[in-house]
């Protein structure tokens, strides 16, 4: 019997990290290729992957899976990276 993947058994590089609180941010697949310089096929690839490591059938679930497996508030990052610094 085979077994699907999981984030325990692989655990999440930085850049799916990234990923992850931009999607908790509300960004399209667009957005965040922008966001991080990649395409936005790339990005629904690491969406797609994300789905499968923490086992849920939608996007819009990545973000809670994540704070359910890890703890932490995919929110927070996002929103720190996302906004601009402040010019003094």
Do not use: F
């Amino acid at each position: 019997m085979t077994r699907t993947a999981t984030a325990v058994d692989a655990p999440l590089t930085d850049r799916q990290r990234e990923v992850v609180a931009l999607i908790a941010a509300g960004c399209s697949n667009d957005e965040v290729g922008r966001s991080l310089g990649i395409s936005a096929r790339t990005a629904k690839a690491h969406s797609d992957a994300l789905r499968v490591k923490l086992g849920v059938a939608r996007r819009r679930q990545i973000p809670a899976a994540y704070r359910l497996l890890t703890g932490e508030d995919p929110y927070v990052p996002a929103l720190v990276r996302l906004r601009p610094p402040r010019s003094r």
